[in-house]
Each structure stands twice: as C-alpha cells, then as structure tokens.
C-alpha cells in the first residue's frame, strides 16, 4: 500500500538503500539520487512537450472549427513524431560573421532556464527536487536566463531582423519582469515564506481568492515573458521574418520551438503552484500520489487559458504593450503589494480583540483581502473611465476639384 500512496518515494529509499548495502557512502548516495531525480524531471520536460504540442493543435483546431492533426495515428496523437524527425534532420547553418559561440549557446540557455524552473516545483507533498528556502527568488533569477537566452540569439547572429526582435526583447521581457515580481511578493507575504513548497502548505485557502488581483498580473506578465500571442513581437512574422531566431535552422530552430511550448505549460504550472493551491486537493496528504492528479489537473486547466487566449486575441502593438505594462500593471501591482502589506499586518493586530473561533481565522482574513481587492479593482475601473484615450486627430481639408482644361486658343491665320 505505502508503493501505491507514494511510489516516488518508495523508489528512492529502496534505490538508496541497495546503494548503502553496496558500501557507497551517503553523501555520494544523496547526489546519485538527486542526478537520478533531475535526469527524470529533464525527460519528464521533453516528453511534456510532445503532448502539449498535440494538445494546443487539436485545441487551435477544435476552436476554430477543424480537426486538427488526424492521420499518423489516433486522433493525430503521433503527429508530432514526424515533426521531430524532420527537424533533426534539416541542415545546420551557420550566417556568416555570426558569433557562433554565442549564437550555438542561446538556444541551449532558452531551453536550460525553462528545465530549470521544475527543479523548485513540488508535484506532490513528498514530490519536489529541491525545496529552498529562497524558491520565488530562484524562479525570477532563473525567468532572465532565458530572456538572456534570446538577446544573445539576436545579437550574434549577424542579421538585422534579428537584432531588432533582441531589441524587442529588452523592451518587453525586461518591462514585463518589473509587475510579476512585485505580484509575486503578494503569495510571500500571504504564506510568510519564500519556499514554493512552503507557499503551498500555506494555502489553506488558495491565494486566488484572497488576492485575484495578484494572479492576474502575475498569469498576464508570465504570458508577456513567453513572447506568445498577444505579447509575439519578439518573433513578428509581418515585420520581423521571425525575429531573433530567423537565421536559426534545424534542432537549434528546435531548441527554441521546444522551449517556448514548455515555457507555456511551465507558467500554468507556476500559477497552479503559487494561486491554486498546486498539489494540494482531496486526500491528497494521505495519499501523496493524488498530489500529482491535482497539481496536473489545475496546471492543464490555466494552460488551456493559455491557449485560448493565443488563439483568440490579436498581436498588440510595441507602444500599447509598453503602455499596458508601465502605465496599468506596473502601478497597480505597487498600490496592490503595499495594501496587501498593510492590511495584513493591520489584521493581526486587531483580529485578537475580537473573540473569533480560530478556524474561522483564515476565512476571515481571506475575505478581508478579497474585499481590499474588489474595493482596489472598482477605484481602478474608475480611474480608468476618466482617462480618455487620445486618438489620431484629422485634419479635414477640402476635397479638391476636378476642373476641364480649357481649350486651347484657335490660331488665327
């Protein structure tokens, strides 16, 4: 029974001790089993990929009234397959006066800072790589590896459609990086902790419905980061070829394809983790493996929010996306990360004057908060009815007139 509740776990004593009992010492067995557990987390992202890639197809293709991938295999489902052999065999090229250490090391980092973030995700109680202390810390450094990742992508690669989608890059992963931070400072101050793991047993009560606002801004700037509809103006097909990975062919084109649908699915994961409780559900302490149910079941729920919003929305503009994030998020995440700040400290000081049974304490305080942010999102909507939005002002000139020439002069003889 205890394999079938929490088979990870058994696994990994069992696998330890056989390596005790060999006379390997335990220092050397605790980094054989963490090299083991980051091997499989690795592979577990590659294969993530193949799936989701079917998966957003059959959705583009269900949403927009057509089947989607059908042929190789039921309902299409070894699609991808196919895809993947055609890009390992396409040629590699190489641009001429290209940095080719630099241009030969973004796609490995674009991929890399993605694989990195599930080293710190816990899938069940008893089910994470490493549980730091400092864990939302650890996703922001590792969140710029990757936008690291496509700047040197564009720079080196001696093309100038690729330098300006590097270009694009800094104005819109950089910006984006400023509100989900401070969203993600509204989850540490709820659950008093920087560890994710921690931020999960925290979540009595899921930090969505004390602070939607946070999950918002948080869920928008994660989506920005990904360069995905509407935020793809890192790769603008109509005005950029495709931006800093046109001169990219073959498995490093590749790289790039896998790590922007794995980033996708890493977001929802993120935002289940951190604003819906991850793994936490029904028997889910009892039974670690139920951890991993939930955790996946509210991961694909917001991926599927991913999809649908790539699929419906048009690409913004530079000036409106840089106007979204610096003019709307950016100032209501401050406002939210300060209220949020006072309000829950207030609430501590006063709550123990009042004679309230203690369970009811995390409800009441979640409601406290949901009603701080409904109270936030009402001032802000009517903020936003006094601020008119300035059009093209046109200039109304009269139309001109055809007129006839006029004939010319007879000539008198």
């Given at each position: 029974?205890?394999?079938?509740?929490?088979?990870?776990?058994?696994?990994?004593?069992?696998?330890?001790?056989?390596?005790?009992?060999?006379?390997?010492?335990?220092?050397?067995?605790?980094?054989?089993?963490?090299?083991?557990?980051?091997?499989?987390?690795?592979?577990?992202?590659?294969?993530?990929?193949?799936?989701?890639?079917?998966?957003?197809?059959?959705?583009?293709?269900?949403?927009?009234?057509r089947?989607?991938?059908?042929?190789?295999?039921?309902?299409?489902?070894?699609q991808?397959?196919?895809?993947?052999?055609?890009?390992?065999?396409?040629?590699?090229?190489?641009?001429?006066?290209a940095?080719?250490?630099?241009?030969?090391?973004?796609?490995i980092?674009?991929?890399?800072?993605?694989?990195?973030?599930?080293?710190?995700?816990?899938?069940?109680?008893?089910?994470?790589?490493?549980?730091?202390?400092?864990?939302?810390?650890y996703?922001?450094?590792?969140?710029?590896?990757?936008?690291?990742?496509?700047?040197?992508?564009?720079?080196?690669s001696?093309?100038?459609?690729?330098?300006?989608?590097?270009?694009?890059?800094v104005?819109?992963?950089?910006?984006?990086?400023?509100?989900?931070?401070?969203?993600?400072?509204?989850?540490?101050?709820?659950?008093?902790?920087?560890?994710?793991?921690?931020?999960?047993?925290?979540?009595?009560?899921?930090?969505?419905?004390?602070?939607?606002?946070?999950?918002?801004?948080?869920?928008?700037?994660?989506?920005?980061?990904?360069?995905?509809?509407?935020?793809d103006l890192?790769?603008?097909?109509?005005?950029?070829?495709?931006?800093?990975?046109?001169?990219?062919?073959?498995?490093?084109?590749?790289?790039?394809?896998?790590?922007?649908?794995?980033?996708?699915?890493?977001?929802?994961?993120?935002?289940?983790?951190?604003?819906?409780?991850?793994?936490?559900?029904?028997?889910?302490?009892?039974?670690?493996?139920?951890?991993?149910?939930?955790?996946?079941?509210?991961?694909?729920?917001?991926?599927?929010?991913?999809?649908?919003?790539?699929?419906?929305m048009?690409?913004?503009?530079?000036?409106?996306?840089?106007?979204?994030?610096?003019?709307?998020?950016?100032?209501?995440?401050?406002?939210?990360?300060?209220?949020?700040?006072?309000?829950?400290?207030?609430?501590?000081?006063?709550?123990?004057?009042?004679?309230?049974?203690?369970?009811?304490?995390?409800?009441?305080?979640?409601?406290?908060?949901?009603?701080?942010?409904?109270?936030?999102?009402?001032?802000?909507?009517q903020?936003?009815?006094?601020?008119q939005?300035?059009?093209?002002?046109?200039?109304?000139?009269?139309?001109?007139?055809?007129v006839?020439?006029?004939?010319?002069?007879?000539v008198?003889s």
């Amino acid at each position: 029974m205890y394999f079938l509740s929490d088979p990870i776990t058994f696994i990994a004593n069992w696998l330890g001790n056989l390596l005790l009992g060999w006379g390997v010492t335990q220092p050397v067995v605790t980094v054989i089993l963490k090299f083991i557990g980051a091997g499989l987390v690795g592979t577990f992202g590659f294969s993530l990929v193949i799936f989701t890639i079917w998966l957003e197809r059959k959705l583009y293709g269900r949403i927009q009234d057509r089947l989607g991938p059908n042929r190789v295999g039921p309902w299409g489902i070894f699609q991808t397959f196919p895809d993947m052999i055609k890009i390992f065999t396409k040629e590699y090229i190489t641009p001429v006066g290209a940095d080719k250490v630099v241009y030969n090391l973004a796609p490995i980092l674009s991929v890399s800072a993605v694989l990195l973030t599930w080293a710190v995700i816990p899938f069940a109680q008893t089910i994470v790589g490493t549980d730091v202390n400092v864990g939302v810390l650890y996703l922001v450094a590792v969140g710029g590896i990757g936008a690291l990742g496509i700047i040197l992508a564009g720079y080196s690669s001696n093309n100038k459609y690729s330098l300006l989608g590097a270009f694009r890059a800094v104005a819109q992963i950089v910006s984006y990086e400023v509100p989900m931070v401070l969203a993600l400072l509204v989850p540490v101050l709820l659950g008093r902790s920087m560890g994710v793991n921690s931020l999960v047993n925290a979540q009595s009560i899921w930090f969505v419905i004390m602070s939607p606002i946070a999950a918002f801004i948080f869920f928008t700037s994660s989506m920005a980061e990904t360069g995905r509809a509407p935020f793809d103006l890192l790769e603008a097909e109509s005005e950029l070829v495709a931006g800093y990975q046109t001169e990219y062919s073959g498995l490093k084109f590749g790289m790039f394809y896998v790590g922007e649908f794995l980033h996708a699915f890493t977001i929802s994961a993120l935002t289940a983790t951190l604003f819906l409780g991850g793994w936490r559900g029904p028997w889910a302490e009892q039974i670690p493996i139920l951890g991993v149910v939930w955790f996946f079941l509210k991961a694909f729920i917001v991926y599927f929010v991913v999809v649908l919003i790539r699929i419906s929305m048009p690409r913004l503009r530079i000036d409106q996306m840089l106007n979204f994030n610096w003019k709307f998020l950016t100032p209501l995440a401050l406002v939210l990360l300060v209220v949020t700040s006072v309000v829950d400290k207030l609430f501590y000081i006063i709550i123990p004057g009042f004679n309230i049974v203690g369970g009811i304490i995390p409800w009441v305080r979640a409601g406290v908060h949901l009603l701080v942010n409904a109270i936030i999102v009402l001032i802000t909507v009517q903020i936003l009815k006094t601020h008119q939005i300035k059009g093209l002002q046109v200039v109304r000139k009269p139309r001109p007139v055809a007129v006839a020439p006029e004939p010319p002069a007879l000539v008198i003889s």
